[in-house]
Structures are given as structure tokens and as C-alpha cells.
């Protein structure tokens, strides 16, 4: 039975808290509804009265100068009487505030008088004036005043209207457990309309609101509610009914007694009451769900008082996850506890210049203590500062948020931009350092302290200034567009605080800090890296100057082998003219196969640099390949017959034969991978299969296959059969011998001509090379008569001396070389003057007047060179106003195509390389001559 009793007295304990917050809320409902009644009630008769006042604006203006009475004052009382209750009185005031005729003047009191006159002179030209006061007798009523301005006239309109209908109204509320009034706003806050339950009025009343109901008391304050009235300076209260709330809670008690003693008789009863109970608290449940919602936002309200300890007056439920307590054990403690030992003055200070300067708001940063071991948490706190009526701050209202996250976040950015090694500047949009990192200062060679508010362009080197500023302005106008992506670097000069230059690379980066724009800069110390590029600047430099060298290198050693060789072998042609024995004549070709072996590996060498050098120039032009591949074939089938190997080509998949490209390339490609499958081939066959195939972006290929049966290929030397001075392996080349840039060459010229070279083979079972070419085809060709110009000269006596009669003028320091090229023009029947050098070969000219058709010069002589004396002759042949002149000749060994530009530009005609070959010497002697 005590655990019952225990029950049934919680119970009621509940019962009553509910219904006061049931009354409050009601108190809250009915204020704000009198306040809106009360408000509707003074506006309307505003109305009514500037209606008036609009309607007899000249009754009014004329009464207020002592004119117009009685007629114009009784059309006032008539509509007075007609809108307002009976005994409404109301006067007619003038511009001083005087008041010069109304309904019942003489029983005014000097109070009502005094009060409409001093708001008549505080009174604008187009808002009437409400204003409440008491009689003498203590009841209050309020005045109207409206100003009625026409030009320079000036009056005011008075009306006194009274409570008691809005009196009627309250009573007919009929409310019991509170009671409603009208007070004044301010001190000393008399009722103007209503009575509390004990009687008072216009008496002061304290307003005190009711306590947090979440700390868990009943206590009960004086006034539940205030609701403000708009327009007038008035306030309606609900004060607490004390009397009814005790018969309230004794009549639960009484209740509750008699359902204790009545237990067994109302056992019903109880039942649907605990069900009622129920309902009340799943409401009462949400409504705390609905407050939970929205008080677990991140931000903590806070009411401080503004003395030295500011102690807390107002912590908003969600304070314990940021102060660690609830917020009732904060009530009445100094704030100051809570604050980070080392961040209170700064709070102090801040908020003490706010107080002087009365500002009405103060944003701090600042850190409150956890309840962990020198823990803490860095908030955002956003204080509104009340201040009273004589200016003094009352009350500090503050809005914190957490911005730990946020701060750490700061603090990682920091550190992380300290470790990295570039060097960071963080500038305004003026040019001015705020913030700099560790390398930053390594950099310049200065601490932060000299870095800091500085002009980052004082450092710059002076002709790096406007390199800079030009890409400042560039990166910061490019940046108002939608793209937002870091600026290109540029390499600039900065100057130390040691004075040391240093070669920089500046990058650009646009952030905003707090709503400020700000510029982040990344400078790279690259001065090792320009020292580099200048040094590799000055190994290409030296690199080509070695290219050049080589080149020239190349050139002078084909000229001092081809001239030898030109003797060889021009002199072994000779000597095939004469008569032989057989051991003379073996001995004869012998030195002719070396011969031509030595000229193949010179004219090797000599492709190969040129293809290296990019002197080789394509020549486009429309070619028939099989008729390419025949001639190839022909030029190298002694070479099969002589080792007993089948020498044959398929084309049955070559859709075409007319194709645009460069013939003399095609035909070295294809004669360079035959001779190649030739030589290594010591039986079997070699077929040459010429066919179409489709590229992967769907272009049509020629491709060219040689397919031998020869010695083939290991696949680990597959790799580097294309490098040049390469083979096989050092077996291969002891017994075939070779230069290795066959199929060097070849790789260069299929890379020339935009194609592809590669090959297929198995170590003894042959190979098979291939290239493909984007040849383009020709779908009709013109009718051309064979590549080389044919030369067919006048039809002579005898035929087999086609130079009789003719002399020609031989300049060539070689002897061997005079031989040669003597005996092959004599062989023509040409007669030969020999001159050893440029100088005597002038000579000649100069006595042998117009006698010489033709002048052969060698280039590269002692004394005198060709191109020395070929401008001689030139420039003699002007001055002697000569009308024909004489055709020369170039021999020489260098082969570069600015040798040949060489010779036409000192004023010869044409250009014959060494070592010289009969046919090719007859056919250019014959070009000039005949």
C-alpha cells in the first residue's frame, strides 16, 4: 500500500505539472489574442477618427482659429455621436496645443489639458497620436490625436475614448486560472485595462516568466505570458491566478485521497484516467522529440552577464556535448572557468573594446576546456551585446559553434604546406607577404618576421619585374572565367637577402580566405636545373659541331678513297683492252671484284650518313614496281646464277602496279634485303612476293617480302638485325663479311617513307624480310621513256669516235686519276690538255681560247681548287663578253648534297662522283660535248 501511496501522489504531482503547462500555454493563446483585439480595437478608432477629421478638415481648421461656431462644431458632435458611444468627448485643438472649443471642456481636467498639449507640439503632420492616462478619480482611458496640417494651418483633432468595452470583452473570457491585463511597456508597468485576482491595479507588476520546465521544477512565477500591441505602447499580460491554481491542486490531492481509500471502487475509473494519462504522455513525447530536434543543432546559446567573471544567466539544452556538464549546472557559474587558460585575455580584451566602441555584435575564435587532461575544443562564437537604457552592456548573448574540425584541418594545412620543400608565398592582391612556409624563408634567406607584410616584388630581380606582373595580371584575368586552373610557369630571377641571384619558377594559385581573395604562389628554386640545361645546351651545341665534324669527316674520307679508287678501277678497265695471258686476266678480276667490293661498302658507308644526317630528299613521282623489281632482279641475277640459286617473284597479289613514290628508293630498299637474302644463301631459292594488305586505320599498304631459304636468323639476334655496323653475331660476320648497314639503310628508308620493316626467321630454315609502304596508287599513268635522260648525239662518220676532233681540258691533281680519265676519252677520240691544279689549269684556258668544249675539275686540289677556278674562268668569261660559255664538269668524291649545291653555285654545270664509272663518264662527257 505505501508503493500506491507513492504512486498515487506521483500521479498527482504530474497531474498539476501538466495542467500548468496546459494554463501556460493557454495564458500564451489568450495574451497574444487580446493583444491582436486590442491592437484591432485602438486601430479602428484611428480610423473613425481620421475619417472624421478628413470629412471636417475646414470645420476643424475654421474652429481652431475661433471661427465657425456653433453650425460647424455640432456636424462634428453629430458624427462624434453616430460613430462613438454616447458621452465620447473629444476638442478641437490649435497649433500651439491650445485647446479652443470641445464637447465638455470645462469639466477637463489640467492633466488631460497639459498632455494634449505637449503632444500636439511633438505631433508629425500624418500619424495620429494614442496615449493612455488615469483620472483623478484612478480610471484610465486613452486619447486620440490627429494633426490636420493644409499648408501653414495647422490643428489637431482630440478624441477620449474609454476601456470599458474592451473591459466587457475580458470578462467574457470568462478565464479562471489566469487573468489578463493591459500595462504599460515600460517601467512602471501600470494596468491600464483589467484586475488581477487580488484587485490590484495600476499598480506595478512584476514579470517574471515561468522557469524551464526541463530542470525538472514546478515552480510558479507571477506572470505566465506578455504580449506586445502593436501601434500603441501597451502590453498584455496573463498573471497567474494562485488562488485557483491552490483549489486546483487541493482538489487532485482531495482526488486522490478518495481514490487511495476508494481503490476498490473506482478500479474502473483509474483505468480510463491511466489510458488518458497515456495519450497525454505520448503528446507530451513528442513535443520532446520536436524540442530534442531542435535543440541538437551545433550551435550553443549562451546569456552571460558583461561583469568581470560573466557569469551564465542561459545555456540551451545541447551545451553538454561542448562544455561536458548540462546546462543547469552551468546556471550561476563564471564562464570564464570554461575558457582555455591561454585564450582568456584575448576574450577580455576583445569584448572590453566592443564595450567601448558599443558595438552590437563581437565575432570571436577562441578554445573552452574539455573535461579531458588539457584537452580542448575551438568554437565560433558569435556574441550579441544587450545594452540598457543608459548604454551600459547588460547582457552577452552568444551563439557558439564548434570549429575544431575546422581548425585542425587549418592547422594540418599549415604544417603540411611548412613541410613542403617548395617554397609558398600567400599574397594579397596587392603584392603584400601574409603568410609564408619554412622553405619560403630558406629561400630568401630571411625569417618570417622580415617576410611578413612586405612587397613579394622586391625581391624580384628588376628585369624579372615586368615578366612577372604580366603574368600576375594574366593568371588573375584568366581566372574570372569559369575555368579555374593553376597559371603555366615561367623562369625568373630573385635576389636573396645574402644577394645571391637565384633562378626561379613561379606558379599561381587563386584561393579565398574569410570572403578576401588571396594569390598563393609556389616558387621552385631551379638555378640547378638552368645550370643544367645550359650544360646540355652546350653538349648539343658541341654534339652538332661533332655531327658536322663527322659529316665533313665522312665526305673528306670518301674523297681520299674514291680517288685511289677511281685509278683501281678505271685502270683495270684499261688494262681489259689490252692483252692478257689467263693468269694476267685472273689476276685482273680479282682486283676488280675487290674493287667493287670496296666501292659497295664506300657507297654503304656514304648512304648510311646521309639517311643520318637527313640529307635524303624524297622524290614523288608516278612508278610501275614490277618493272622496278624486274630491273633489280636483273641487276643482281649473276650474282644467283654464280651461286646456283633460283632467283623468281610473285605478284598475282599486287592489285596494282602504278603507284606515286620515290623509285631510286624503292629500287635501293628491295635491292639492299635481296643482296642481303643472296649472301646469305648458300642453296635453295629467293622469292620476291609483292601484294596489298589494309593498315589498322583501314589505308591500303603495298608490301614487299623476300623470302629466302638461307642460314635464318636465332631469335635472340632478331632484335638488332636493323642497328647499324651490326650482324647476326661475330661468326656471320667473319664469314660473310659486310659492313653491317644493309639493313640499316634499309630500316632508314622505310622510316623515311613513312613505312614499316621487320622480319620473320628461324636459325637454319631462312628468313623472310618485309616491308610495308603507303604508296598511293596511280590510276593512269602517262608513258614515260625509262628514268634516266637518253642522249643520243649527231650521227657521225665513225660511230666509235663519237669526241673526234673535240679537246678537252682535264684539271686533276691525281695521276692515277689523269690515266684513267685520259685513256676513257681517247677511247672516245677526244684529244686531252692535263693541267695538275686549279692554276695551271687557268692558264690553259686562258691560252687555249675557244679550242676546249669541255672543262672536267677535280674539286678538292694543292694550290688552287676547282671552285676557285671555276669562278676565274666565270668571272673572265663576263668581263671578255664571251657569248658562249664553256660547259664544267665537277669530279669529285664528296657525294653530300651540299657538295653538289656547292659546285652549281661556284658557276659549274654539273657534278660527276668518284670513283667514275666508264658508262656514267661517257654519258655525261656526251651530254656536254656532242
Known amino acids: 500500500m505505501i508503493s500506491f501511496g507513492l504512486f498515487i501522489v506521483v500521479m498527482g ?44 478638415q ?64 511633438g505631433l508629425s503632420s500624418t500619424v495620429s497620436k494614442v496615449k493612455a492616462h488615469q483620472t483623478p478619480q484612478g480610471e484610465f482611458h486613452f486619447d486620440v490625436l490627429f494633426p490636420i496640417v493644409v499648408g501653414e494651418e495647422r490643428a489637431g483633432f482630440w478624441v477620449k475614448l474609454s476601456f470599458s468595452p474592451l473591459e466587457k470583452f475580458i470578462v467574457n473570457l470568462n478565464i479562471k486560472d489566469y487573468d489578463l491585463v493591459v500595462t504599460e511597456q515600460v517601467p512602471p508597468y501600470r494596468v491600464l485595462l483589467g484586475k488581477t485576482s487580488d484587485n490590484r491595479r495600476a499598480e506595478p507588476v512584476d514579470f517574471i516568466y515561468m522557469a524551464n520546465q526541463q530542470d525538472g521544477t514546478n515552480s510558479l512565477k507571477t506572470v505566465l505570458a506578455v504580449a506586445p500591441i502593436t501601434n500603441v505602447a501597451w502590453q498584455v499580460r496573463a498573471i497567474h491566478n494562485d488562488e485557483v491554481h491552490k483549489a486546483y491542486v487541493n482538489n487532485v490531492f482531495m482526488i486522490a485521497i478518495t481514490v487511495f481509500l476508494s481503490v476498490f471502487i473506482v478500479v474502473s475509473i483509474v483505468y480510463f484516467f491511466v489510458r488518458g494519462l497515456q495519450e497525454e504522455k505520448e503528446k507530451i513525447r513528442q513535443d520532446a522529440v520536436h524540442d530534442e530536434m531542435f535543440n541538437a543543432g551545433p550551435t550553443v546559446l549562451l546569456e552571460k552577464q558583461t561583469d568581470m567573471k560573466m557569469q551564465v544567466l542561459y545555456a540551451s539544452p545541447n551545451v553538454e556535448p561542448l562544455l561536458g556538464v548540462s546546462s543547469k549546472k552551468t546556471l550561476d557559474k563564471s564562464y570564464l572557468n570554461w575558457i582555455y587558460p591561454d585564450d582568456v585575455p584575448m576574450v577580455r580584451e576583445t569584448l572590453l573594446k566592443a564595450y567601448r566602441d558599443e558595438k552590437s555584435t563581437v565575432e570571436m575564435v577562441y578554445r573552452l576546456k574539455t573535461s579531458e587532461n588539457g584537452g580542448f575544443v575551438w568554437i565560433y562564437d558569435l556574441s550579441h551585446i544587450l545594452y540598457s537604457s543608459n548604454g551600459k552592456p547588460n547582457i552577452l548573448r552568444g551563439y557558439i559553434t564548434s570549429v575544431h574540425a575546422q581548425k585542425i584541418a587549418e592547422k594540418n594545412a599549415t604544417d603540411l604546406i611548412q613541410s613542403v620543400p617548395e617554397a609558398i608565398f600567400v599574397l594579397d592582391l596587392d603584392g603584400n607577404i601574409i603568410n609564408s612556409n619554412r622553405a619560403a624563408e630558406v629561400l630568401l634567406g630571411c625569417d618570417r618576421t622580415n617576410l611578413m607584410n612586405s612587397l613579394f616584388s622586391h625581391w624580384l630581380e628588376a628585369d624579372s619585374f615586368p615578366l612577372y606582373e604580366c603574368m600576375k595580371h594574366k593568371y588573375l584575368t584568366e581566372q574570372q572565367s569559369p575555368k579555374e586552373e593553376s597559371s603555366r610557369v615561367d623562369s625568373l630571377y630573385l635576389r636573396n637577402s645574402q644577394g645571391t641571384r637565384v633562378s626561379v619558377e613561379i606558379g599561381f594559385n587563386r584561393i579565398e580566405l ?23 645546351s652546350l653538349a648539343k651545341e658541341q654534339a652538332v659541331a661533332l655531327a658536322k665534324a663527322r659529316s665533313r669527316f665522312v665526305a673528306t674520307i670518301s674523297h681520299e678513297i674514291r ?28 682486283i676488280k671484284q675487290s674493287g667493287d667490293v670496296l666501292l659497295n661498302i664506300i657507297n654503304e658507308v656514304l648512304d648510311f650518313a646521309r639517311l643520318d644526317e637527313g640529307q635524303v630528299t624524297l622524290v614523288n613521282a608516278d612508278l610501275n614496281l614490277k618493272d622496278i623489281l624486274e630491273e633489280t632482279l636483273h641487276l643482281l641475277s649473276n650474282m644467283a646464277e654464280e651461286k646456283g640459286l633460283k632467283l623468281t617473284y610473285d605478284d598475282t597479289h599486287l592489285q596494282s602496279e602504278n603507284y606515286l613514290g620515290d623509285a631510286m628508293r624503292i629500287q635501293q630498299l628491295i635491292f639492299n634485303l635481296v643482296g642481303n637474302a643472296l649472301k646469305f644463301t648458300e642453296k635453295g631459292q629467293i622469292i620476291i612476293k609483292l601484294s596489298n594488305v589494309l593498315a589498322e586505320d583501314g589505308n591500303q599498304l603495298v608490301l614487299i617480302e623476300v623470302v629466302d631459304s638461307g642460314i635464318g636468323v ?55 624480310f618485309w616491308v610495308k609502304l603507303p604508296l598511293r596508287k596511280v590510276v593512269k599513268t602517262g608513258e614515260i621513256e625509262g628514268g634516266v635522260e637518253s642522249v643520243s648525239g649527231p650521227v657521225l662518220a665513225d660511230k666509235n669516235l663519237p669526241l673526234a676532233g673535240k679537246t678537252i681540258l682535264l684539271i686533276e691533281d691525281n695521276v692515277i686519276n689523269q690515266h684513267v680519265i685520259e685513256g676513257f676519252l681517247l677511247r672516245l677520240g677526244a684529244k686531252v690538255d692535263v693541267a695538275e691544279n686549279g692554276l695551271k689549269g687557268v692558264d690553259f684556258w686562258r691560252l687555249g681560247g675557244l679550242k676546249y668544249q669541255l672543262v672536267l675539275m677535280d674539286c678538292q686540289m694543292p694550290v688552287m681548287d676547282g671552285f676557285e677556278a671555276t669562278k676565274i674562268i666565270r668571272k673572265e668569261e663576263k668581263v671578255s663578253a664571251r657569248t658562249q660559255t664553256i660547259p664544267i664538269v665537277a669530279l669529285t668524291a664528296n657525294v653530300m648534297s651540299e657538295d653538289k649545291d656547292k659546285c652549281l653555285q661556284a658557276g659549274m654545270n654539273d657534278f660527276l662522283s668518284k670513283p667514275i664509272e666508264k658508262e656514267s663518264f661517257e654519258a655525261m662527257v656526251l651530254k656536254w660535248v656532242v
Open 714 to 768: 636465332a631469335q635472340e639476334n632478331l632484335s638488332k638485325l636493323f642497328e647499324s655496323f651490326t650482324q647476326a653475331d661475330d661468326s656471320t660476320s667473319r664469314q660473310f663479311g659486310g659492313t653491317g648497314l644493309g639493313l640499316a639503310i634499309c630500316k632508314q628508308l622505310a622510316d623515311l617513307m613513312q613505312g614499316t620493316i621487320g622480319v620473320e626467321s628461324e636459325l637454319g630454315k631462312g628468313s623472310t
Open 563 to 590: 680517288t685511289p679508287m677511281n685509278g683501281v678501277l678505271g685502270m683495270t678497265d684499261l688494262l681489259f683492252d689490252t692483252q692478257l695471258n689467263n693468269i694476267q686476266t685472273q689476276y685482273l678480276q680479282a
Open 514 to 536: 574569410k570572403g578576401e581573395p588571396l594569390l598563393v604562389q609556389v616558387v621552385r628554386d631551379v638555378t640547378l636545373q638552368m645550370q643544367t640545361q645550359e650544360q646540355l
Open 58 to 121: 475646414d470645420r476643424i481648421l475654421q474652429l481652431s482659429k475661433g471661427a465657425g461656431y456653433p453650425y460647424d462644431l455640432d456636424e462634428i458632435h453629430d458624427d462624434i455621436k453616430e460613430l462613438f458611444p454616447d458621452g465620447t468627448e473629444f476638442a478641437i485643438v490649435n497649433q500651439n496645443g491650445r485647446i479652443v472649443v470641445g464637447s465638455d471642456v470645462g469639466h477637463m481636467g489640467e492633466r488631460c489639458q497639459s498632455l494634449i498639449t505637449q503632444t500636439m507640439r
Open 13 to 56: 504531482s504530474y497531474i498539476i505539472s501538466q495542467n500548468e503547462s496546459r494554463v501556460t500555454q493557454a495564458a500564451v493563446l489568450s495574451s497574444n489574442g487580446l493583444a491582436s483585439f486590442v491592437s484591432d480595437y485602438v486601430e479602428k478608432h484611428q480610423l473613425l477618427i481620421k475619417s472624421i477629421a478628413y470629412h471636417n
